[in-house]
T-cell receptor, first 109, second 113 residues
Framework: EDQVTQSPEALRLQEGESSSLNCSYT??????LFWYRQDPGKGPEFLFT???AGEEKEKERLKATLTKKESFLHITAPKPEDSATYLC??????????FGTGTRLTVIP | EAGVTQSPTHLIKTRGQQATLRCSPI?????VYWYQQALGLGLQFLLW???????NRGNFPPRFSGRQFPNYSSELNVNALELEDSALYLC????????????FGQGTRLTVV
């Protein structure tokens, strides 16, 4: 059965304190791994797609990496506006996206 | 370019009633997905439509149903509403089944009282 596990569940950082979020997965035939950002009461906002181990994508203070078993979302020198829930999702075969439960990030000024 | 639009934004229904939620995908997108996000929980997959056909269904009872229209818009129907159906219902669209990046609308907040 496909599984996506995100850790930690919640993370509090001081502004400027870099850290990483983890997404580990067990799927058959991974087609892609996706990162989304979700603000409270809003729909998820697409961030990155990673397709193969070793791939990296960057956007502003965020960098996503992928291995054969997990993905990391690195946040460099975060700002308070980076506070949100970060969701990881996988697509296996020709199926729909399957989401993890997310990491709730709080960046304190 | 307009994103995924959902209506209504908020919906309040009484237990036992029916709710209809609507979604317009991004222009050119043929796949529409529905997810349920209960308070404090992750996104649970409900339904996937493409080219008017149901492609996949999540582990939800049959009272959750939907359809996709020829213009690729979609609606989600929830019959015999229960209190536990209160959640944020999210619609997403993608260019096609072969193009997996899904873009989400802002959701419909359904409250069952």
């Amino acid at each position: 059965e496909d599984q996506v596990t995100q850790s930690p569940e919640a993370l509090r950082l001081q502004e400027g304190e870099s850290s990483s979020l983890n997404c580990s997965y067990t799927v058959s035939g991974l087609r892609g791994l996706f990162w989304y950002r979700q603000d409270p009461g809003k729909g998820p906002e697409f961030l990155f797609t990673l397709y193969s181990a070793g791939e990296e994508k960057e956007k502003e203070r965020l960098k996503a990496t992928l291995t054969k078993k997990e993905s990391f979302l690195h946040i460099t020198a975060p700002k308070p506006e980076d506070s949100a829930t970060y969701l990881c999702a996988v697509q296996a075969g020709a199926n729909n996206l399957f989401f993890g439960t997310g990491t709730r990030l709080t960046v304190i000024p | 370019e307009a994103g995924v639009t959902q209506s209504p934004t908020h919906l309040i229904k009484t237990r036992g009633q029916q709710a209809t939620l609507r979604c317009s995908p991004i222009s050119g997108h043929t796949s529409v997905y529905w997810y349920q996000q209960a308070l404090g929980l992750g996104l649970q997959f409900l339904l996937w439509y493409d080219e008017g056909e149901e492609r996949n269904r999540g582990n939800f009872p049959p009272r959750f149903s939907g359809r996709q229209f020829p213009n690729y818009s979609s609606e989600l129907n929830v019959n015999a509403l229960e209190l536990e159906d209160s959640a944020l219902y999210l619609c997403a669209s993608s260019l096609s089944p072969a193009s997996p990046e899904a873009f989400f609308g802002q959701g419909t907040r359904l409250t069952v009282v």
